[in-house]
């Protein structure tokens, strides 16, 4: 089984930067699609972006541009690193795995069966 942890979340003023990693304490990243997904109160969960292991990468709205997904997979590691951060990116950041697929990566939050505790991203105006 893949243990997945965050770090790197707290509170940024708009239009600054932040970085999120994500480490898998136990597994690995090869053969998984990989992605960051973020949930705010009232809203339902939402990927911000994904990765494959073919190394495409997907993002959704907002997100495309200001963010930018990676992965060193020699360290089992994932970033975030999140520019120009804006105070609607305030939310919960959770770092997730599908095992089930290495390529061809979905967005949707329920095709990934690994999850990582979570990490508070808090935007100031």
């Known amino acids: 089984q893949v243990l997945l942890e965050e770090s790197g979340g707290g509170s940024v003023q708009a239009g600054g930067s932040l970085r999120l990693s994500c480490t898998a304490s136990r597994g690995s990243f090869r053969r998984s699609c990989m992605g960051w997904f973020r949930q705010s109160p009232g809203k339902e969960r939402e990927a911000v972006a994904i990765?494959?292991?073919?190394?495409?990468?997907r993002y959704a709205g907002s997100q495309k541009g200001r963010f930018t997904i990676s992965t060193d997979n020699g360290q089992n590691t994932m970033f975030l690193q999140m520019n120009s951060v804006r105070p609607e990116d305030t939310a919960m950041y959770y770092c997730?795995?599908?095992?089930?697929?290495?390529?061809?990566?979905?967005?949707?939050?329920?095709?990934?069966?690994?999850w990582g505790q979570g990490t508070q991203v808090t935007v100031s105006s």
């Open positions: 990765i494959g292991s073919d190394d495409s990468t």
């Open positions: 997730a795995a599908d095992s089930r697929r290495w390529y061809g990566c979905l967005l949707e939050p329920m095709q990934y069966n690994f």
